[in-house]
């Protein structure tokens, strides 16, 4: 049969007619940063992968921008990425060894010729020292785990909402001297699985939690140290609330908002209209007894707070130009971001120990003077408080003019704080 096959080839490229070359595999070139093309086949026959951009990756993304499609002739290649307008258009050559294209980002378009890497050309994607382990948290929902080793007691670090765990590459070393660490992708992000964000129940703060501790019960980790950054605070805030002796520690990493720790004195658009829906919807199955507890909390303190806090918001939204925000169908990804968002639950009473670190003020305020910058200010500021009230036990670090990557801007604070803390626990 091979025989078969190779005398056909050769007497097509005697004729003159072409033979399509294959498109999947490793594809590099180089614009200022080193761009890596990873593409597969699908089992409809399509193609799609992932897109890296070497030294100039998009925050904590080195699994690199999706390529969910790609239109491919057998000689045209044409893609965008899946969450941003940057696109390629090329040409295969008949060897199928290089593409000659351009590509086009935030500025008009550059060449860009892609040539096929080999196991010896190949350049180095992720050279963070971690093995990848995915984990299996719910039937057809599985996570990335990153796992750098050390000795000593556990510590998980968890990410911000769109990063993947690759955003600790760095930084994770820091700690495998005195510690055994790990990282993990959240659902709907890099290459751990995305349920749909129809459902809402799958982007839940609590269900997110519940993935954390699956993950730790799969990889047998015991008592960890969490360290969450930004959005992260919720999976913190669900475990420390509901199931803190599973944990050692947590470590907010500027990620102590109102997703972290709810403050009843001023409440919280995103956080009461969630509380809000999921009281109505639980309204009309539950016993009359809790019925008339549910109702009178609604119309004595929920929906006139929340009434409040709409009027605000179309305040607002009336010193907004018309047409302002998004004008297109928004992607599944940006669906996933607001799903977690509003899956935010009003957590209180959050029993484990707690390092906060806080960038207050921001690197953002540094020379902020409109009206909406001094009011993110204030409400930072105000909702620094009402964690140090609310959480007396807790050690709030406040870090000047730091950026929202607190462990990368301040990572020298960062780490002192975070091995003194982790020292301290028994």
């Known amino acids: 049969?091979?025989?078969?096959?190779?005398?056909t080839m050769i007497?097509?490229?005697?004729?003159?007619?072409?033979?399509?070359?294959?498109?999947?595999?490793?594809?590099?070139?180089?614009?200022?940063?080193?761009?890596?093309?990873?593409?597969?086949?699908?089992?409809?026959?399509?193609?799609?992968?992932?897109?890296?951009?070497?030294?100039?990756?998009?925050?904590?993304?080195?699994?690199?921008?999706?390529?969910?499609?790609?239109?491919?002739d057998g000689s045209h290649v044409k893609f965008t990425l899946d969450r941003k307008a940057d696109n390629y258009e090329g040409v295969l050559s008949a060897d199928g060894k290089t593409i000659t294209g351009t590509w086009a980002g935030r500025g008009p378009r550059q060449q860009l010729d892609l040539v096929r890497a080999t196991k010896k050309t190949a350049w180095v994607i992720d050279p963070s020292p971690h093995k990848i382990h995915f984990v299996t948290v719910e039937k057809g929902v599985k996570l990335e785990v990153l796992d750098w080793g050390g000795s000593g007691p556990p510590l998980v670090l968890l990410t911000g909402l769109g990063n993947t765990a690759h955003v600790f590459d760095s930084f994770a070393p820091k700690f495998t001297d005195k510690h055994h660490v790990y990282a993990i992708t959240r659902r709907g992000s890099g290459a751990s699985s995305a349920p749909s964000s129809s459902d809402s129940n799958n982007?839940?703060?609590?269900?997110?939690?519940?993935?954390?501790?699956?993950?730790?019960?799969?990889?047998?980790?015991?008592?960890?140290?969490?360290?969450?950054?930004?959005?992260?605070?919720?999976?913190?805030?669900?475990?420390?609330?509901?199931?803190?002796?599973?944990?050692?520690?947590?470590?907010?990493?500027?990620?102590?908002?109102?997703?972290?720790?709810?403050?009843?004195?001023?409440?919280?658009?995103?956080?009461?209209?969630?509380?809000?829906?999921?009281?109505?919807?639980?309204?009309s199955i539950v016993p009359v007894r809790d019925a008339k507890v549910m109702l009178s909390d609604l119309l004595d303190v929920r929906l006139p707070r929340l009434q409040k806090e709409l009027q605000d918001f179309q305040q607002t939204l009336a010193q907004l130009p018309d047409g302002a925000g998004p004008q297109s169908a928004p992607s599944e990804q940006a669906l996933i971001g607001n799903a977690i968002i509003m899956g935010a639950r009003q957590y209180t009473k959050i029993a484990a120990p707690a390092l906060i670190l806080i960038a207050l003020p921001h690197d953002n305020d540094r020379n902020a003077t409109s009206p909406a910058a001094k009011r993110s200010l204030d409400e930072t500021t105000i909702q620094a408080a009402a964690v140090e009230a609310g959480l007396p036990a807790a050690k709030v670090v406040k870090l000047p003019y730091a950026n929202h990557y607190v462990f990368r801007s301040n990572e020298a604070d960062v780490e002192r704080e975070m091995n003194a803390f982790m020292s301290g626990l028994h």
């Open 203 to 283: 982007y839940d703060a609590d269900r997110l939690g519940d993935d954390v501790l699956a993950v730790l019960t799969a990889l047998k980790i015991d008592h960890p140290v969490l360290a969450g950054h930004s959005i992260a605070g919720e999976e913190l805030s669900s475990i420390g609330t509901r199931h803190p002796e599973k944990v050692a520690g947590l470590v907010y990493l500027d990620a102590a908002y109102t997703y972290a720790f709810y403050d009843a004195a001023h409440g919280s658009l995103i956080s009461d209209v969630s509380a809000t829906r999921r009281e109505l919807d639980q309204f």
């Open 11 to 72: 007497i097509l490229a005697m004729t003159g007619v072409s033979i399509a070359a294959e498109l999947p595999g490793t594809w590099q070139g180089t614009i200022k940063h080193q761009h890596v093309m990873k593409l597969t086949k699908t089992p409809e026959g399509g193609y799609h992968g992932d897109w890296y951009n070497l030294g100039a990756e998009e925050e904590g993304n080195l699994n690199g921008n999706k390529i969910s499609s790609v239109d491919f």
């Open 1 to 7: 049969m091979k025989a078969i096959l190779s005398a």
